[in-house]
């Protein structure tokens, strides 16, 4: 087996814990929600559109090209192919892309319009380079757009003034976060979604 095909297995054996994982937690219901991990400088592997991602096995990836063109014949790649691929064409230390699509990342982000602001959170901490709860973390959240070719292009410029930024949501949509490996990215998950919940509920509480 070449080294290529090695880190492919790897990567597809991480990803479909992840899947497994995410659905678990309700956070990618109805074979919504897309994952990708970077495997050279010219590809990544990414889940196939419309898998289910509690049931997501290495058949459920495929290769693909850092333009967003599938490099695997018989299968379809994520409708979303094009915001991992501008995503690691931007940001050269990301290496894994995870898109979920929880209850409270999908109500936030259609109580807000622009941006959610998070600070004085521990767990922020959690995001790499972060040392302390009194740190502002900026969320945009883009409008929805069928359009992925728009919509990448939207998110690449807000990226390229704010390289920075640890994730971002789309209205009535979801998430996408990132991370220099696919447990980095997994921990961004996991701290925006425990950020989010909290969220909902101190403004629940704050004007009941
Ligand atoms: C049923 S969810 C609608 C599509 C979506 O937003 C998503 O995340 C999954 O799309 P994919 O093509 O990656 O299966
Ligand atoms: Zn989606």
Known sequence: MDEKNALCQQAAAQLVRVGHFFFERGWVPATSGNFSA???SNCMIITVSGWHKGQLSPEGMLLADLEGSSLTTGKRPSAETLLHAALYRRVPEANA???THSVY???LSRMLSGELILSDYEVLKAFSGIETHET???????PNDQNMGRLAAAVDAYLAQNPDSPGYLIAGHGLY???RSVEE????????????????????LASP
């Not at 502002?136 to 883009?142: A, K, L, S």
């Not at 990215?185 to 629940?204: G, I, K, N």
Request: hydrophobic share 45%; proline share 3%.
């Open 177 to 179: 976060t990132w991370g």
């Open 38 to 40: 970077r495997i050279d």
């Open 136 to 142: 502002t973390v900026r969320v945009p959240i883009f």
């Open 97 to 99: 892309v995870f898109h």
């Open 105 to 107: 990342s999908t109500v």
């Open 185 to 204: 990215a997994c921990r961004h998950v996991e701290a925006f979604e425990f950020l989010f919940e909290c969220e909902v509920l101190r403004r629940r």
